[in-house]
């Protein structure tokens, strides 16, 4: 039993491996060479002018939260369409409601004006 589990513990152990290696390595090997231009916060190449802790729009969260909602969207309609034979007419007919749901939530957002950028 538990040798069926060996070679998920060699992936695991591997992954961590090549995962943690090169950064150690960078970091044992690499040249410390620390400079007042080098750990100075920047941005874009220049000095930061503003705070960083300013408040965003709520329009940000907005468009972020649509993305998530679309883009789940789309990770289930790639195994669907995978699936497609073998779930049948009523895989059909259920995605096309989930569909039909997101739609309705699409143009209540774009009739609010959620979509609007000012």
Same mark, same amino acid.
């Given at each position: 039993?538990? *040798?069926?589990?060996? %070679? ?7 992954? &961590?491996?090549? $995962? &943690?290696? %090169? ?7 690499? =040249?410390?060479? =620390? /400079? =007042? /231009? ?8 220049? *000095?930061?002018? *503003?705070? #960083? ?19 789940? !969207?789309?990770?289930?309609?790639? =195994?669907?369409?995978?699936?497609? /034979? #073998?779930? $049948?007419?009523? $895989? ?8 039909? &749901?997101? &739609?309705?939530?699409?143009?209540? *957002? ?5 979509? !609007?950028? !000012?």
């Amino acid at each position: 039993m538990l *040798e069926n589990y060996l %070679p998920i513990l060699a992936f695991i152990v591997l992954g &961590v491996f090549f $995962g &943690v290696a %090169p950064m150690i390595a960078g970091f044992v090997l690499g =040249p410390h060479r =620390p /400079d =007042p /231009d080098k750990n100075a916060p920047y941005e874009c190449g220049f *000095e930061a002018f *503003e705070d #960083s802790r300013v408040k965003f729009d709520v329009r940000y969260y907005l468009v972020a939260i649509l993305f998530i909602i679309f883009d789940l !969207e789309i990770a289930f309609l790639f =195994p669907w369409a995978v699936a497609l /034979d #073998s779930v $049948g007419m009523f $895989g059909f007919i259920a995605m096309l409601i989930f569909l039909g &749901v997101l &739609v309705i939530g699409f143009i209540y *957002e774009w009739k609010k004006g959620a979509l !609007e950028w !000012e």
